[in-house]
């Protein structure tokens, strides 16, 4: 590789003994569903015993910071009260930060009010699949807890003119929003939002402008795992999907996304590592 990808570096101290540092190597980041409707764990992790066997599990695997959510966002999701939201991902959380008291976790949740629980059950990262533009009090909460937040592209309608630059000028309005409401420039995060408000073209050819996300000049997760884009391209049940997964996280990586989002924690680890030895190198 000639030109190697530029990663920002975040270091963020929790003030409860969890730490996070960004830009020395690629960040795992374990998924944990308190949902009955997932597409690849739905109803799983329901039962708090459940979900924190899977907590310590995927930190024994490797594991950076955990992402806990009480909604499916599969296509097609039935959408939650705040109400059963909060009782599935509060008592959860609460257990989770007792069983492994180091260990970041982000609120996978497009509520500001489900956020703001959350964090003050000991979450300390806000991961919104609607960028901010979901809620109008969620850019708001993020200010005002001072925490990272993770800003998703997502739309109503596949309605591009043109994806690419789409997407970018998306993004860059909901860090606007971001900005607007006072979260300070290093609490902000992207994701391009595999998957969302996209077809399976669109995917693919987003995939292959990653860089292009990165050079807006934020830190940038990708969610790819398990997702439909890779089950069509390569025509396997979900349980299969770990290789295809894993080789969207190698070229993000090579593209400059710091943070991969997955279920499969152990064998995504590995392939991050490798790819790691190659582009981190100095």
């Known amino acids: ?10 270091e963020y101290d929790f003030g409860d003994g969890a730490t996070l540092a960004l830009g020395n190597r690629t960040l795992i980041m374990g998924i944990l569903n308190a949902t009955p409707d997932s597409f690849s764990d739905g109803g799983r992790y329901m039962n708090i015993e459940a979900a924190v066997a899977h907590a310590e599990a995927m930190a024994l695997a490797g594991a950076d910071m955990l992402d806990i959510g009480g909604e499916s966002t599969r296509p097609g999701f039935e959408p939650v009260s705040l109400e059963e939201e909060l009782r599935r991902i509060v008592p959860v959380i609460r257990a989770v930060r007792q069983a492994l008291p180091h260990m970041p976790i982000s609120i996978d949740t497009y509520k500001a009010e489900t ?4 964090l003050e059950a000991g979450a300390h990262i806000i991961n919104d699949i609607w960028g901010l533009k979901g809620d109008p009090n969620m850019a708001p909460v993020a200010a005002e807890y001072g925490c990272p937040v993770i800003i998703s592209h997502n739309r109503h309608a596949k309605d591009y003119n043109d994806l690419v630059p789409d997407v970018l000028a998306d993004l860059i309005g909901s860090v606007r929003l971001a900005q607007a409401a006072g979260v300070e420039e290093d609490q902000i995060w992207l994701d391009p939002g595999i998957g969302f408000a996209k077809t399976h073209e669109d995917n693919l050819e ?4 990653l860089s292009e996300v990165a050079g807006l000049g934020y830190p940038v997760l990708l969610g790819t795992s398990r997702k439909r884009f890779i089950k069509q391209t390569l025509n396997l049940p979900v349980e299969e999907l770990v290789e295809g997964t894993a080789a969207t996280v190698v070229l993000g ?24 030895a190659i582009v981190y190198r100095d």
């Open 253 to 276: 990586i090579a593209q400059g996304c710091q943070v991969m989002r997955v279920h499969d924690v152990g064998a995504i680890k590995r392939a991050a590592l490798m790819a790691d």
């Open 1 to 10: 590789m000639n030109q190697r990808p530029v990663f920002y570096k975040r």
């Open 206 to 209: 987003l995939m292959g402008h």
């Open 115 to 118: 956020a703001r629980q959350a």
